[in-house]
């Protein structure tokens, strides 16, 4: 590939952050061994590999089975040198350097092996690179180039290319000679069955780079070299297993590491090699990964994990990697639509007329209902300078505070007990920071399907030793899988989190394993002192809790003692902790312990929500929610509001707006009426669907910007058609705060990126906004939000990326938080009394549904749904415990009618002891299921975050969709109808 | 549950705050309920929930959920302001 456009990294003098393959990993140490190569002397830290040190100096020894993310295995012997004074020619891959050495890697000798090697492998690879799908991308290819190959003296006999067997050379030629025989028993068909990548048997040199890359960077041990010698081949698991049947999670690690044409990417053979690359960032999760989007023309040919991306380093999971496809799908809309009742088919209209209709309707609606009867969601699917636009449009042109975001139900908890404890509404760490971790805490939280990439990193150093405490009603995947096994897990009962903390604080501060000097040092020890009364209390001891939570007392005192006292602690959370009618409160509680233990501050430990979406973090920095603006300050300080009265040139409302669940309320009682919804589906993502389509239903104006017709624009009136990650400048903001650029590769299909619309919606309105690029919105963030100050795309290109806060106190951002002391100053223990929800369960509704997601598809699927992923998982189940499926009579895979007290639906049972009697849980990835029929109004008390994680339920045999899905179906086929603009 | 009133939710949430915060030291209690609610509550609903309490229809509301809602009619916007970064 030629034309890289990839930015630049400027310390430590590296330069182009090109990717050059070192052949092996980087070596930690600290010390360092000065050695001569091809008489260049070069110093490098102890540890290194020859090979590695070669390429520090630019010389690129020949390799086949090493590369710079796997350890190094010497099989291929091509990377051979000669040392002074050591015998033989050792491999310059498994040899580690040493003072003084003497390296040549280039002579006579070595040549002739290298070619020698090379002569071996080509003599059973078919001549077919002209026609190969990696041809020009190909290291074997290479490797014939370096070391000279002119000739190959061996004549056909035993291979693997030719099916034929009539000793032909290609493939080509075997299909001429013989079009349909198979008669060569060592000759193994294609492999196809992932939709993303093809196996080629017959064109590997068995250098299992693929099951390296699988161990060690993945972690799902899928594959294995079978048999020994001529015999031996990459086998994905069984012998009759092919990809998909087997564990492969599609992650393409094996795929990036295989340095032929084995492994390959199947729209790279579709449509043949890239020829620029761009990097950009991933629009799926909170893990943030970097990506490059490598094109041809226009049209995008693969994206591969960025190496030098400081959240992936390298590693990719199947939705960045593969499930782009959504971008290009013909169910995509790109031409503005309007109605004037959700009854009426859709008419599309040039962009002026829906942006004048939008514009009119709002603004009709303001003078007849009032400045507050409008307003905004925003999204975390958006980039930071969308989201910053879209609350701006309801604070400086609506005239009102009534912006709220997706954040609201998920991680609002989040913001709300990290900033009353440390004071500051982010992660404490950065990803990297897992490295130096001796015990890992995961509490409700599932990172193998939610956050992949986090969770491979994470597995790498459990393997290297560290310990693992799954807290989680579930037995996740982290609790037991090849080569990790949790410590200890406690399966609570869902919604007793608050009382599994407590319990865990308790054993902490009863058995005095708490840290005091930090206590002492870093927190208020008055209000500790407060806290340790209450913690002390009898009731909170595991024993005592035990009937209610369900966790065994002596497991769960186990789990404390090894937080408190195993090393370096790190607590990694999810949904299942904030999505409570205790969220907060639970999040006040891990505050707690990791403050009690000492564990905040420094490498290994910390406090670390995993987000959900892309940019939750950001939309949430960016003021999205009501009552804060940008960097989480309150809208009732007049010199916050000042600085953006002055800048906006109009009067802000200092009174906190109306939340999502409020909104809705309010538009059911008939005093909010219009909304401006960026790049959410609230209808099929907020709970009790009924009540969100009521409240949708009562209002006059709904406006969706979307790439498709989602279910909430069934109940819209204008659709104005959004762009993709891939159409668009901007930033996103992972869970480690990280700032990371997202840049444009192709234009947008619908003509305009999102934070336009926005400007062209601002502007009808009256906005008088004059936004030409999104470095400029940015700017404006920098201006205004301290946290922010030093951002800038320049700065971003300079770095790659930057975590906030990243101001003259930080100029280059901050990967660790609270280092010297909190944000708030000293750090607040706050008392964490357990409420048990009001959603219990009964005799009508006996057992406990709890909902979360998995790997292949992402929030409610509209991107993951129009992929190939759907393979993986083209329904949402109902996993059941056997004990409670056989007292029901169903059986695997059944119908089955699931009902709460808001609604019904119907899906299909997975029965499975991954969950405990009691207990069912499903995913709420398609809108056919509804899951979110079932889920209940309860909400967290501080934030209003949904209870989506209990909801007491009921499982019957069914015999096929309930009357609600049924008249769902039909009403949305209804709404969806469009009438094309006349021509 | 979704049969439930806004008017019920009100009460509802307002009682989950005091909840909250009867189970921190006392003193301040009330005064802290004010103050999440000010932080919090759009004028709308405050209105509303002052409403109900003058009508008698907030009876459903804990002792500390009142009382902080007085707290908060009474100082108004003297209420300390308070985010979520505190
Ligand atoms: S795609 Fe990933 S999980 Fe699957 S075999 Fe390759 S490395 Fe392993
Ligand atoms: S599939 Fe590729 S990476 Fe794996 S052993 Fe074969 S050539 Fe090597
Ligand atoms: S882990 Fe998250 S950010 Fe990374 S590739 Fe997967 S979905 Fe994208
Ligand atoms: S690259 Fe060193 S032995 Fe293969």
Redesign the pocket.
């Known amino acids: 590939m030629k034309d890289f456009l990839i930015p630049f990294d400027g310390p430590g003098g590296t330069g182009l952050h090109d990717d050059t393959d070192m052949?092996t990993p980087a070596s930690t140490s600290t010390r360092t061994v000065t050695l001569r190569i091809d008489g260049f002397e070069v110093t490098v830290p102890e540890g290194t590999s020859v090979?590695r040190a070669s390429a520090e100096l630019g010389i690129e020894?020949?390799?086949?089975?090493?590369s710079d993310n796997i350890e190094?295995?010497?099989?291929?012997?091509?990377?051979?040198v000669e040392i002074e004074g050591r015998r033989g020619t050792p491999?310059?891959?498994?040899t580690p350097v040493a003072e003084g050495m003497v390296v040549h890697t280039q002579t006579s000798r070595i040549k002739k092996l290298r070619r020698g090697v090379m002569e071996l492998y080509i003599s059973d690879h078919p001549l077919d690179c002209l026609t190969c799908g990696a041809n020009g991308d190909c290291e074997l290819q290479d490797m014939a180039g370096a070391v000279g190959l002119r000739d190959v003296r061996y004549t056909p006999g035993d291979n693997h290319y030719d099916p034929s067997g009539t000793g032909a050379r290609s493939q080509a030629e075997a299909r001429l000679r013989d079009p349909v025989g198979i008669n060569n028993p060592q000759f193994l068909p294609k492999d196809d069955s992932n939709p993303y990548f093809t196996y080629d048997p017959s064109k590997c040199i068995v250098?299992s780079r693929c099951v390296r890359a699988c161990d060690e960077v993945q972690g799902t041990f899928a594959l294995t070299i079978e048999g020994r010698g001529f015999d031996s081949r990459v086998s994905a698991g069984m012998k009759l297993d092919d990809f998909m049947t087997s564990d492969c999670v599609s992650c393409g690690a094996c795929v990036q590491a295989c340095p032929t044409a084995t492994l390959q990417e199947k729209s790279v053979i579709e449509i043949g090699t890239p020829d620029r690359a761009v990097v950009t960032t991933c629009a799926y999760c909170g893990v943030g990964c970097s990506f490059k989007a490598e094109m041809r023309g226009d049209e995008l040919v693969r994206m591969t994990p960025y190496k030098h991306g400081k959240a992936n380093r390298g590693h990719s999971c199947v939705k960045g990697r593969f499930a782009y496809g959504y971008a290009a799908h013909q169910d995509r809309i790109l031409n503005p639509m309007i109605r004037d009742t959700i009854e009426e088919p859709w008419r599309e209209v040039s962009w002026e007329e829906a942006i004048s209709f939008a514009a009119t309707r709002m603004r009709g609606i303001q003078e007849q209902y009032g400045k507050k009867s409008i307003g905004v969601i925003t999204s975390s699917r958006c980039t930071n300078e969308e989201t910053y636009l879209v609350q701006k449009m309801a604070r400086a042109v609506f005239g009102n505070n009534n912006t709220d975001t997706c954040a609201r139900v998920c991680h609002s908890p989040t913001g709300y007990g990290l900033g009353q404890t440390y004071g500051t509404s982010a992660g404490t760490q950065d990803f990297d920071s897992v490295e130096d971790s001796d015990v890992v805490v995961v509490i409700g939280a599932n990172p193998t399907d939610g956050h992949p990439v986090f969770a491979s990193r994470l597995k790498k150093r459990l393997r290297a030793g560290a310990k693992l405490i799954v807290v989680d009603p579930r037995r996740i995947d982290l609790v037991k899988s090849p080569h990790v096994e949790a410590a200890h897990h406690l399966p609570l009962r869902p919604g007793t989190n608050v009382a599994v903390v407590t319990a865990m604080a308790h054993v902490i501060v009863t058995e005095g394993l708490y840290d005091e000097e930090f206590i002492r040092t870093r927190c208020d020890w008055e209000e500790f002192q407060d806290y340790v009364e209450f913690v002390a209390e009898e009731r909170h001891a595991p024993e005592a809790v035990e009937m209610l939570t369900g966790v065994p007392a002596e497991e769960l005192r186990k789990a404390a003692r090894l937080y408190a006292t195993g090393g370096n602690g790190a607590i990694y959370y999810g949904l299942g902790v904030t999505e409570h009618s205790q969220g907060s409160t639970t999040v006040i509680g891990i505050a707690n312990l990791a403050m009690l233990t000492g564990n905040i501050g420094r490498k290994g430990v910390g406090v670390n929500p995993l987000r959900g979406q892309n940019n939750v973090q950001g939309s949430c920095d960016m003021g999205s929610f009501p009552h804060e603006l940008p960097g989480y300050r309150h809208v009732s300080g007049s010199e916050v509001r000042e600085v953006f009265e002055s800048l906006w040139n109009v009067k802000l409302d200092h009174e906190p707006g109306l939340r999502i669940p409020n909104m809705l309320d309010a538009a059911v009682d008939g005093s909010f009426k219009g909304l401006y919804c960026q790049g959410e589906d609230i209808l099929q993502s907020d709970p009790d669907t009924k009540h969100v389509a009521a409240g949708l239903a009562a209002m006059d104006c709904v406006i969706v910007q979307d790439l498709f017709l989602n279910e909430t624009a069934n109940y819209a009136h204008v659709f104005l058609p959004g762009s993709t990650f891939l159409e668009k400048d901007g930033t996103f903001t992972n869970a480690e705060r990280r700032i990371n650029r997202v840049r444009r590769v192709m234009a947008p299909k619908n003509g305009y990126a999102d934070w336009e619309v926005t400007q062209l919606l601002a502007n009808a309105m009256g906005g008088g906004w004059t936004y030409t690029h999104p470095a400029q919105i940015m700017a404006e963030i920098a201006a205004t939000t301290p946290s922010f100050a030093n951002v800038s795309y320049e700065l971003l290109e300079e770095k790659g990326s930057v975590q906030w806060p990243c101001n003259d106190a930080s100029p280059e951002g901050t990967p660790l938080m609270h280092i010297d002391g909190f944000v708030r100053g000293r750090g607040r223990f706050i008392r964490t009394e357990y409420v048990a929800t009001d959603e219990k369960t009964g005799p009508r509704f006996p057992l406990l549904l709890t909902t979360g997601r998995i790997l292949s598809q992402y929030n409610v699927g509209a991107q993951t749904r129009r992929t190939e992923n759907s393979r993986w998982h083209e329904e949402d189940v109902l996993e059941i415990h056997p004990h409670d499926a056989e007292t029901r009579g169903v059986r695997d895979g059944d119908y089955v009618r699931l009902a709460s007290r808001s609604g019904e639906t119907s899906l299909r049972a997975e029965i499975t002891d991954r969950v405990s009697p009691g207990v069912v849980y499903t995913t709420f990835h398609h809108p056919t299921t509804q899951a979110n029929v079932i889920t209940t109004d309860f909400s967290d008390w501080a934030t209003n975050c949904p209870e989506y994680k209990v909801t007491a339920v009921q499982v019957s045999p069914s015999n096929g969709p309930s009357d609600w899905q049924r008249d769902y179906e039909a009403q949305a086929e209804q709404s969806r109808r469009i009438l094309p603009a006349a021509e | 549950m979704s049969s439930r009133t806004t008017d019920e939710k009100l009460v509802y949430m307002a009682n989950q705050i005091a909840t909250f915060f009867e189970s921190q030291a006392e003193g301040t209690r009330a005064q802290r309920v004010a103050e999440h609610l000010r932080s919090f509550w759009e004028p709308r609903m405050r209105d509303r929930l002052f409403e109900m309490m003058d009508r008698g229809e907030a009876d459903d509301l804990k002792p500390l959920a009142r009382k902080g809602a007085e707290i908060w009619r009474a100082h108004g916007q003297a209420v300390p302001a308070h985010s979520e970064e505190e």
Do not use: D, N
């Open positions: 052949g090979m020894v020949p390799k086949l089975c090493a190094a295995f010497g099989s291929c012997r091509l990377c051979v491999a310059s891959c498994t250098c």
